[in-house]
């Protein structure tokens, strides 16, 4: 089955720069890279995802990179904000249930 | 916003107890899952469903069940709970369509068993 992994487990930042998390996937049927936000008390959200006949996405200061080849995607945010402090979650899938990494827990410091 | 909705939101229960989590979307989607969450935050599949009548195990091995008897209700039930269930679980839905879709979540429920 799929094994995603994630790094790094903990992130922080200073406000206004940038974030970097990557992820690696291991099964090469997967076609679906999506990347979730989760604030405290809440359930994990949508940010931005990514389907394997694309290299990149860009959605205003969040973007995700593929590359299918090395099996590894990436989100970067651009001029972190401290509103972005939360726990993020990368997935991948092959019309199969997500399978999730787990987890970078992101700081950003005013 | 998701239309997906978790009952209750937090629940502290007696050991042995049978219990039932709550979960109820009004997006019309086919698939649905629970995930549990360790407080080291990952999520593990632990059971899920592509409609009506069907349940499949996840990845992770669950002393509960599942049923789908509507299309719109997944709850999940522990027959009798020990301190080892206290989790968090979020239950989660998607579209049954070519390919995969966006998985919408609950805001789960946070339970522990004393």
């Known amino acids: 089955g799929e094994n995603v992994e994630q790094h790094p487990s903990t992130l922080s930042v200073q406000e206004g720069d940038s974030a970097v998390i990557k992820c690696t996937y291991s099964d090469s049927a997967s076609n679906y890279f999506p990347w979730y936000k989760q604030e405290l008390g809440k359930g994990p959200q949508l940010i931005i995802d990514?389907?394997?006949?694309?290299g990149e996405k860009k959605d205003q200061r969040i973007a995700v990179t593929l590359n299918k080849t090395a099996k590894h995607f990436s989100l970067h945010i651009t001029e972190t904000q401290p509103e972005d402090s939360a726990v993020y979650f990368c997935a991948a899938s092959g019309n199969t249930p997500l399978v999730f990494g787990k987890g970078t827990r992101l700081s950003v410091i005013a | 916003e998701a239309d997906i909705y978790q009952t209750p939101r937090y629940l502290v229960i007696g050991t042995g107890k049978k219990i039932t989590l709550e979960c109820s979307q009004t997006?019309?989607?086919?698939?649905m899952y629970w995930y549990q969450q360790d407080p080291g935050m990952e999520l593990h599949l632990i059971h899920y469903s592509y409609g009506v009548n069907s349940t499949e195990k996840g990845d992770l091995s669950s002393e509960s069940t599942v049923s789908r008897i509507r299309t719109e209700h997944f709850p999940l039930t522990l027959e009798s709970a020990r301190p080892s269930h206290t989790s968090q679980y979020l239950c989660?839905?998607?579209?049954?369509?070519?390919?995969?879709?966006?998985?919408?979540f609950g805001q789960g429920t946070r339970l522990t068993v004393v």
């Open positions: 997006m019309g989607h086919d698939k």
């Open positions: 990514i389907r394997s006949n694309v």
């Open positions: 989660a839905s998607s579209e049954l369509g070519a390919g995969v879709t966006e998985a919408f």
